[in-house]
């Protein structure tokens, strides 16, 4: 469809750019049966896609064929198409004013407003309420007016509030991403946490003091990766537009040392960056069930409510920690309602599914599934790589990409490891006045590289050829026998095979129920390609020593 890259442009700059690059434009194109059809890649990003983008898709495409759009999204996989550099112009009907184009029953302007009501109805101020239709568009020339302006002209027109609204209730899962089940109410009120510039006031007291953030826990210092991508998205969002129905509360979950504490801490020092007069509090939940307790030993109760009531922002780490504790779980009910109802963002981190937390009273575990609920995957190798160059630079320490590798390599359960094994490695670079090299961190390391040595499984070996490949587990697991896949397989089942004691068959089985002889031909065909194809001997003898060290 040839809009579709215009249409891809007028989105781009329309929508903020973590809703664009995280939903639009993975998006691909097709033709089924003379339809054209936007691809989702799966049922999560179809779901959250329709809810939430559909109508505004369908707005840009009108806005630039000037017909109805004739759309279809589906779930499927079609061509990737790249974005316009330069907006389409466009001629007639929308230029010249045409009384039955301006009727608000036009389907594509309706469309369009009421995609834009929608997607920006936070965004509004109570003044910008107006009753009656749209108005009818200035008679300019209009030529020449970008699609993207079609969608801004349409945006800048406000909405008639709806009270009392209740929007997206469908429950979708995938990928970690649970969509809400059960929407807040969404009142007409202005977004309360940003202000513009000119607003902010000098904070009274210490940064710290009032907000108990880290200051050095900032989206600045987080590495992205695969592992927090969608986390980090959405965390930006909510920096830029905190109080949003679709993201309040947004949940956070993952395993220890994955990057919660750090990215939750980022979304407040960014909201009290823009306005250090945002009231932001930090917590971690035990801290929060010990203050309670305190609270009302010393009778201050009502004033730590207050405090609490008035925030514009809370962050509570850990939450699991206030399950089975029922006066802690009680107030904390009231205190998410008050602050959810007043439309101020509450961000928590847990280590499991609102779902799957036990002792935590229903309502809550419910509540907490409201907004956005986003799981934080383990680091990949890329990623821990990039963590160990960043942490390298922020300390000012040389280390050789090699050498990150390396480490990134072996130390795989998470950052907080991972942090610790780059602490000694760089403690033995300055000791030693040494950039870090591959000696070096394997000096510092050993302890830890003996462990990983004694504890090398097959399922390790398989990781790490299929990250040497940038492919994933599944593909060396599954039944693709293409050379791109099947040769990095056969690397990885000769390796295990010279690196691990384990038997042909349990090694087949562990490469996806695959018989003994396979593995045997594996190993054969490594061996013998090894003498002639250089560029692969070299890979195995880099991937054994890797693996061995
Ligand atoms: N993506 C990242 N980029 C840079 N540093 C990171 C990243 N993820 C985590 N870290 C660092 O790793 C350390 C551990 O992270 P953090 O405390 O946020 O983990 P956590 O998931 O909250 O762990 P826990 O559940 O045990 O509290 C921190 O020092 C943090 O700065």
């Known amino acids: 469809m040839a809009v579709w890259p215009h249409a891809l442009l007028a989105l781009r700059d329309t929508l903020s750019s973590q809703q664009y690059q995280m939903w639009i434009a993975p998006l691909t194109i097709g033709n089924e049966n003379n339809t054209w059809t936007v691809y989702a890649k799966n ?9 939430h983008f559909w109508q505004h898709i369908e707005a840009s495409v009108a806005a630039l064929t000037q017909d109805s759009p004739g759309l279809q999204l589906k779930i499927g996989q079609g061509e990737s198409v790249a974005i316009a550099s330069a907006p389409l112009m466009t001629t007639a009907p929308i230029a010249t004013p045409q009384p039955q184009k301006t009727s608000p029953k036009t389907p594509a302007k309706v469309n369009a407003k009421a995609a834009t009501d929608d997607l920006f109805a936070d965004d509004l101020l109570p003044d910008d309420v107006i009753d009656g239709p749209m108005p009818t568009p200035a008679p300019t020339s209009g030529r020449g007016m970008s699609a993207k302006d079609i969608i801004q002209r349409n945006l800048e027109r406000p909405r008639k509030p709806r009270a009392n609204e209740v929007s997206g209730s469908t429950s979708l899962s995938n990928a970690g991403i649970i969509l809400p089940t059960q929407a807040p109410i969404v009142t007409p009120s202005a977004p309360s946490i940003i202000k513009s510039a000119s607003d902010h006031m000098p904070a009274i007291g210490s940064h710290a003091e009032q907000t108990r953030l880290n200051s050095s826990y900032t989206f600045e210092t987080l590495v992205q990766g695969k592992g927090n991508r969608m986390a980090y998205a959405g965390a930006q969002t909510i920096a830029e537009n905190p109080g949003s129905s679709m993201y309040n509360p947004y949940f956070i979950y993952g395993s220890t040392g994955y990057g919660k504490t750090h990215l939750i801490q980022a979304i407040g020092n960014r909201i009290y960056q823009r306005n250090p007069r945002a009231k932001i509090r930090y917590i971690h939940a035990e801290t929060y069930v010990r203050d309670i307790m305190k609270a009302f030993r010393s009778s201050s109760f009502d004033e730590f409510k207050k405090h609490y009531h008035s925030l514009d922002l809370l962050l509570i780490d850990d939450v699991q920690f206030i399950s089975g504790k029922d006066r802690t779980m009680e107030e904390f009910f009231y205190l998410f309602n008050h602050l959810l109802d007043g439309k101020k963002q509450v961000v928590m981190t847990c280590d499991t599914l609102p779902a799957n937390i036990k002792n935590m009273d229903d309502r809550l575990k419910s509540r907490f599934s409201w907004g956005l609920t986003v799981e934080l995957e383990p680091p990949e190798l890329e990623m821990r790589v990039a963590i160990l160059q960043k942490k390298a630079e922020m300390a000012n320490v040389q280390m050789q990409e090699k050498a990150a590798f390396f480490i990134a390599q072996h130390i795989r359960s998470n950052v907080r490891e991972l942090e610790g094994a780059f602490k000694r490695v760089a403690a033995h670079s300055l000791f030693q006045h040494k950039p870090i090299d591959i000696a070096l961190a394997t000096e510092a390391l050993q302890d830890i590289l003996v462990e990983a040595q004694r504890q090398l499984t097959v399922e390790h070996i398989m990781k790490t050829v299929a990250d040497f490949y940038q492919l994933k587990i ?13 040769r990095p397989r056969q690397m990885a089942m000769a390796l295990a095979k010279d690196l691990t004691q384990q038997s042909l068959p349990s090694i087949g089985n562990v490469f996806g129920g695959r018989d003994h002889t396979t593995v045997m031909h594996a190993h054969k065909t490594i061996h013998d390609l090894k003498h002639g194809d ?4 070299q890979d195995y003898d880099y991937l054994s020593a890797m693996l061995q060290k």
């Open 43 to 51: 049922n999560f990003v179809f779901g959250f896609v329709k809810s």
């Open 474 to 486: 599944a593909d060396l697991v599954g039944k693709k026998r293409s050379r791109p896949i099947a």
């Open 534 to 537: 250089a560029k692969l001997a």
